[in-house]
């Protein structure tokens, strides 16, 4: 068995790293998206393999770092030499063992520093035309040398009768994305430790730092929209509230760098993305990983750390609509040893929007440091914050109450011009690692989020029929116009450790740990404002409308959530290149909400929803058919509370149970530089609420004392998806989903989809070619965003988007390796279409128009 890692020990088949309107029947569409990823491999990736990793194969081998290795087993000093020096290594495991290392502490070249390493161990390195070198034993003639020989000394017997090695930095084997210039990674970090994405028996997708800045892709709810599979529902406005769904699910499951996160909306979907590194995706449940949540996805955010060396980088935007951006990164040693690191992110934004009246201004600031308490240890401080302050089109638009667009500009803004929304983000967060001597590793983090929001806004709607408009007659209201403010911390820690263990004549695989999450919320809000009729919606101007005294608030909410859960999981090896991947879960969780009447000073306290011992399963198969592709198959599912609806007797309804069937093939190829995947999925969401026929909600003596956890719904399909670099100047990401939702059991909505507004089909596509020409200083790329109709129902009245494709452009021109300047055009061709609907009432959003931006970007 061969090992690859690169900065830390990586066992297969994990990488452990230390971060520095048609139907298509299934089952044809599955035989075609298979062609076409083979069609793919073959037609564009293989014939470039040569050429590629010619262009990865970066000498460094006289390059100087600062090392800190002890003496002590050679495999774990090999962790520390590569995640100090950065370079890919392959070697059998079982080489390794019982082999202990010589010490290297200072400055040495790449080179030198690992023949000090492998001194007296009987080791040699071998260079690999791919980048990186393997290890392998040396040739009888290579004497272990004796104690009495010094490292330096062994550094020079080694040099002299090793072959010539020429050592290569590489990259793609870091879970890090910033410095690759790449669409993909080899390895995630999603499962509390690096693994290579074919293996991990679920759907994964990347986000990378090249990527975020070629698309300007600036939220982290813009970035999400780019991926496969994932659907931004904007229908509560760009400013303001969005929902990221997959599979028909909302997501409510996030980590940031392994560690869960309670879930509050817009504190998630509202996030700067410049203090990150990538994002993380893997669809469906995921429970094992986050223990309370929807069978949608998991997206686990991994921010920046600081570099071994100084690095700054200084950014500028200009945008349509008056949007203006500025950026500033640095960060780098502040010690000469280089065992203190820091950096610092910062963001002002200053924006518009094509829609009249909206703006919004954003400010940013992050810290991060890290400390190296000792050659195995490690410490990770950080602080971020951000404000934002926005007038936003909160509920969108209405329609009218047959269900037809209004037909309005795209720029109409229909709520009154004293509109506001503004959040203020703290993040707090700290995280230990230490490595043992047995290679084992520990690992302990955490945040605590404190959030604000305060808003003011209202809700435009007709006064036809579902409250849409009549479409003969115009007229509409403004109403349930309300002051609300919040204040929420959310606290998050996880402890896991993870290592190897031989068994049977294997080695396994193991992970152990424990996490919990707290979340604290307190609300207030205004009476609402009296109604304002506006005779009519299509000459409304939203500069007429006075702005109300709110008043004193009058009423209030305490909501507090707490869960906590131990887990565990194993990779075991049952023959060769067949793994069983084995994992639950055991979670504790309550919640409860008190009601306040801010006037009179009194509470009514609400009932605590509880569930004990809830245990999660996982269960996945892997099969490496040969080194490019893995067969898979898993089972995972995860468990949702129902706090708002009860039995007829009062008590507790089971959690709804979300379980994920997933079965698929992923490739390999380049060594990483290029990932494939193609899944077919089935999720089966079960226990939701449904009405008690024997205790109808009509006739009930509690209130939303009438169901019966009984309901159930279903969403299945087929995903695909290719990234990397297909050729030396080619990067391009594409991926396909196809999704169908239905209610499998439900009193009023049996047979129809569950969620309409998901399109059956999806097709995201993005890729970059340098021109060849003026010593490729000039780089074209360009998007196509791609997906079927897809409608909302209010009753039998349904409102629909057509099929639409909205193609982007961009052209970079990168004068030398500092100097960067590019001019991104969205929505090339000025489509018009509704990016969100969600019916005749309101919610309804347009997507936006045209729009071009210029970046310069500057690195030193």
């Known amino acids: 068995m061969t090992l690859n890692r690169l900065q830390l020990p990586v066992a297969e088949p994990r990488i452990r790293s230390i971060p520095p309107s048609f139907r298509p029947q299934p089952t044809l569409l599955a035989v075609a998206l298979q062609g076409m990823l083979l069609s793919l491999t073959v037609g564009l990736v293989l014939p470039h393999v040569a050429q590629a990793q010619a262009v990865m194969a970066l000498p460094a081998g006289g390059e100087i770092h600062n090392f800190n290795v002890p003496v002590g087993p050679l495999e774990v000093a090999l962790d520390r030499f590569a ?131 070629d698309q300007n892709l600036f939220q982290l709810e813009s970035a999400l929209d780019q991926m496969t599979g994932l659907q931004f529902d904007t229908s509560t406005g760009p400013a303001g509230s969005a929902n990221v769904i997959s599979r028909g699910f909302l997501i409510n499951n996030y980590q940031a760098d392994g560690v869960p996160q309670t879930f509050l909306g817009t504190s998630f979907t509202s996030v700067d993305l410049a203090s990150y590194d990538r994002i993380e995706v893997i669809r469906g449940s995921a429970g094992l990983l986050q223990g309370v949540g929807n069978p949608s996805a998991t997206v686990n955010l991994v921010r920046k750390k600081p570099g071994n060396k100084f690095s700054a980088t200084l950014a500028a935007s200009a945008g349509s609509w008056d949007f203006y951006r500025a950026e500033a990164d640095i960060g780098g040693p502040l010690n000469d040893a280089g065992t203190l690191r820091a950096r610092v992110v910062a963001v002002h934004e200053d924006r518009d929007y094509n829609v009249n009246v909206m703006s919004s201004r954003k400010n940013m600031l992050y810290g991060v440091a890290e400390l190296d308490l000792g050659p195995a240890t490690m410490l990770t401080l950080g602080l971020q914050r951000q404000q934002t302050n926005a007038v936003p089109l909160i509920f969108g638009l209405p329609r009218y109450s047959d269900g037809r667009s209004l037909g309005l500009p795209r720029s109409t803004y229909l709520a009154p011009a004293w509109s506001r929304w503004s959040q203020d983000i703290d993040d707090a967060f700290f995280n230990i690692e230490h490595y043992l001597s047995n290679g084992w590793k520990l690992n302990v983090g955490g945040n605590s989020t404190p959030q604000d929001q305060d808003f003011k806004r209202t809700v435009m709607r007709g006064t036809g029929t579902g409250f849409g408009v009549n479409p003969a007659n115009p007229a509409a209201s403004i109403y349930t116009g309300v002051r609300y403010q919040s204040e929420g911390e959310r606290r998050n820690f996880d402890a896991n450790a993870s290592g190897k263990v031989t068994l049977f004549g294997h080695q396994h695989d193991l992970t152990i740990g424990a996490s919990s999450q707290d979340y604290v919320s307190r609300t207030r809000q205004s009476a609402f404002f009296a109604a304002v009729p506006v005779p009519n919606i299509f000459n409304f101007d939203p500069y007429s409308v006075a702005e109300p005294n709110e008043g004193p608030f009058i009423s209030g909410t305490t909501l507090r959530t707490h869960q906590h859960g131990v887990y565990g999981s194993g990779r075991f090896t049952l023959i060769k290149d067949l793994k069983l991947i084995l994992g639950a879960r055991l979670s504790w969780y309550d919640t409860s909400t008190d009601n306040h009447n801010l006037l009179t000073g009194t509470t009514v306290k609400g009932k605590k929803v509880r569930y004990d011992r809830e245990l999660t399963p996982y269960a996945g198969l892997i099969y490496k058919l040969d080194p490019t592709y893995s067969l898979y198959a898993s089972y995972a599912d995860i468990f949702l509370p129902q706090s708002a609806q009860f039995t007829a007797s009062g008590g507790e309804l089971d959690p709804i149970v979300g379980a994920n069937y997933e079965a698929g093939v992923k490739g390999e190829y380049l060594g990483g530089a290029v990932n494939a995947s193609l899944a077919v999925f089935r999720i089966n969401q079960s226990n939701r609420a449904f009405e008690d026929p024997a205790a109808p909600c009509a006739t009930a003596t509690i209130i939303n004392g009438c169901y019966r956890a009984e309901g159930k719904v279903r969403s299945e399909g087929i995903e695909t998806e290719i990234s990397g670099r297909l050729a030396p100047q080619l990067d391009l990401f594409a991926g396909y989903t196809f999704n169908m939702t239905s209610y499998l059991r439900d009193k009023v909505n049996q047979g129809l989809a569950f969620r309409p507004q998901t399109p059956r089909h999806m097709f995201k596509l993005w890729a970059q070619w340098g021109l060849p020409w003026d010593a490729s200083r000039w780089f074209l790329g360009g998007g196509l965003n791609a997906q079927s109709a897809y409608y909302a129902l209010n009753g039998a ?42 019916g005749v009432d309101f919610g309804n959003v347009y997507g936006e128009p045209r729009s071009a931006m210029l970046t310069a970007r500057m690195r030193f």
């Open 83 to 213: 995640r100090t020096a950065r370079v890919n290594l392959s070697y059998d495991s079982a080489l390794l063992s019982g082999l202990q290392s010589k010490e290297v502490s200072g400055s040495y070249s790449i080179a030198s520093a690992l023949s000090m390493l492998l001194a007296g161990s009987g080791i040699e390195a071998v260079a690999q035309p791919g980048g990186g070198y393997s290890l392998r034993k040396a040739p009888a003639a290579m004497k272990p040398f004796s104690q009495a020989d010094s490292s330096a000394a062994a550094a020079k017997k080694v040099e002299a009768t090793m072959p010539e090695v020429m050592v290569t930095t590489n990259t793609e084997r870091d879970p890090r994305t910033e410095g690759t210039s790449s669409y993909t990674t080899r390895a995630v970090s999603i499962g509390k430790t690096p693994q290579a994405l074919r293996d991990i028996p679920q759907s994964v997708s990347v986000m990378t730092r090249q990527r975020m800045e």
């Open 797 to 838: 009245v349904r409102s629909e988007q057509a099929a639409y494709a909205i193609t982007s452009l961009r052209l970079s021109y990168r004068p030398n390796q500092q100097w960067q300047l590019a001019l991104n055009v969205n929505n090339l061709f000025d489509k018009t279409y509704y990016s969100s609907i969600r």
